[in-house]
């Protein structure tokens, strides 16, 4: 788990489980109260990168994350 804040008070979460079975998905966007995030499977790694900011936003982080896997 990696987490990190910025001096708005915005704060992402980065967690990367590995998965019980090799496997990869696409990402799925994700939402819970006011928190969001993009969670997605590549071989076999789970990813998920949630925090407040809008789904547009996150997404092109996660696209990052997801790539350098």
């Known amino acids: 788990m990696l ?3 910025n001096d708005k008070g915005s ?3 980065m967690l990367t489980p590995p998965m019980i079975v090799d496997q990869n998905k696409p990402m799925v966007a994700r939402k ?5 995030g993009w969670s ?5 790694l789970g990813g998920s990168l949630v ?3 809008l789904h547009g936003d996150l997404h092109p982080l996660g696209n990052t994350v ?4």
Do not use: E, H, P
């Open 66 to 69: 997801r790539s350098q896997i």
């Open 3 to 5: 987490m990190c804040d």
């Open 51 to 53: 925090g407040t900011l």
């Open 11 to 13: 704060r992402l979460v």
């Open 40 to 44: 997605w499977a590549k071989n076999g």
């Open 32 to 36: 819970i109260c006011d928190t969001r």
